[in-house]
């Protein structure tokens, strides 16, 4: 079992930027890949970002166009989630989640995620 706690989620203007983290516990960190996926209301939860275990492989969803950055450290069991350039429209809950399939690559797709964590407000303000 993996437990997730995401964190630095809020209130931002337009333009502004957030980080956010998630601590994972409960397994060796560095054998899973990992993803940040969001959820706005009324809408299907979508991938942002997704990091391989190494940290070497690295995609992100098409929106995202060069304003966020996911990163990871092993050593502190954390994936970070840079956002910069924020837009209303980014307005969402943000989820990570961790992948137990055996890939030294990344995973783009929910179905490809066994473990999520509860979610962290974004809320870009015009």
């Known amino acids: 079992q993996v437990q997730l706690v995401e964190s630095g989620g809020g209130l931002v203007q337009a333009g502004g930027s957030l980080r956010l983290s998630c601590a994972a516990s409960g397994r060796t960190f560095s054998n899973y890949a990992m993803g940040w996926f969001r959820q706005a209301p009324g809408k299907e939860r979508e991938i942002v970002a997704a990091?391989?275990?190494?940290?070497?492989?690295?995609g992100y969803g098409d929106f995202v166009k060069g304003r966020f950055t996911i990163s990871r450290d092993n050593a502190k069991n954390t994936v970070y989630l840079q956002m910069n350039s924020l837009k209303p429209e980014d307005t969402a809950v943000y989820y990570c989640a961790v992948s137990n399939r055996p890939s030294t690559g990344y995973f783009i797709s929910l179905v490809d995620y066994d473990y999520w964590g509860q979610g962290t407000q974004v809320t870009v303000s015009s």
């Open positions: 990091i391989s275990r190494s940290g070497g492989s690295i």
